[in-house]
């Protein structure tokens, strides 16, 4: 297994459009983070899967952002209406369990134009 | 509401200095810290973590401490290389769901 892996690296689209980025966790990890990050800032938690069940979601999900993980594989992050301020690189990260160590994928850039 | 501040934001040092990131988060009660690095417009790779109970974990040259009750860690890079050159982060475990990150350390090494 070669880590996490998340796809696609780049994307660029207009205003009011809707992407969805792909996330491929660590093959037995059952827990699977994302996190947005902005220039000259750390990562800041979006949400969190353990297995398929989505446990928790920051404030900073919008009713446009909707994160999915079906059958505790891979995991997808759409926006919808995309906005200027989306645009940011979206992390995805997986644990084994618990308060173990994270693993990050290469991230997905997002410009929004 | 957890925070986390990492000091100096910048650094730069020549070929050869060992050096010292500092980290400190304001809420103690945290799980477990780990740092990592990130390369520019790149993801995040894990460099140590340091669980809760310990005190300070060891990779090569680096070396990460912990003071719960300071709400304090360090990263101490020896012998520093042009290739350590990159972004350093800390986080910190949130009641087991979730990292808090600070802003990061921009280290440059100069050969």
């Known amino acids: 297994d070669t880590g996490v892996s998340q796809d696609p690296r780049h994307k660029i689209t207009k205003r009011g459009q809707n992407v969805t980025f792909r996330c491929d966790p660590i093959?037995?990890?059952?827990?699977l983070y994302w996190y947005r990050q902005t220039l000259g800032q750390g990562p800041e938690f979006l949400t969190y899967?353990?297995?398929?069940?989505?446990?928790?979601k920051s404030r900073l999900l919008s009713d446009r952002f909707s994160a999915e993980r079906p059958k505790g594989s891979f995991s997808t992050l759409e926006i919808q209406r995309t906005e200027q301020g989306d645009s940011a690189m979206y992390l995805c990260?997986?644990?084994?369990?618990?308060?173990?160590?994270?693993?990050f994928g290469q991230g997905t850039r997002l410009t929004v134009v | 509401k957890q925070e986390v501040t990492q000091i100096p934001a910048a650094l730069s040092v020549p070929e050869g200095e060992n050096l010292v990131l500092n980290c400190s988060f304001t809420d103690s009660a945290i799980y477990n810290l780990q740092w990592f690095r990130q390369d520019p417009g790149k993801g995040l790779t894990s460099l140590l973590l340091?669980?809760?109970?310990?005190r300070e974990q060891t990779s090569g040259r680096l070396n990460a401490s912990l003071d719960k009750s300071s709400g304090r860690s360090t990263l101490y890079i020896a012998a520093s290389q042009p290739g350590d050159s990159a972004t350093y982060l800390c986080a910190v475990f949130e009641y087991g769901n979730k990292l808090v990150f600070g802003a990061g350390t921009i280290l440059r090494v100069k050969s």
């Open positions: 340091i669980q809760s109970s310990q």
């Open positions: 093959s037995e990890h059952n827990r």
């Open positions: 990260a997986s644990s084994l369990k618990r308060d173990t160590e994270a693993f």
């Open positions: 899967f353990q297995n398929e069940a989505q446990l928790e």
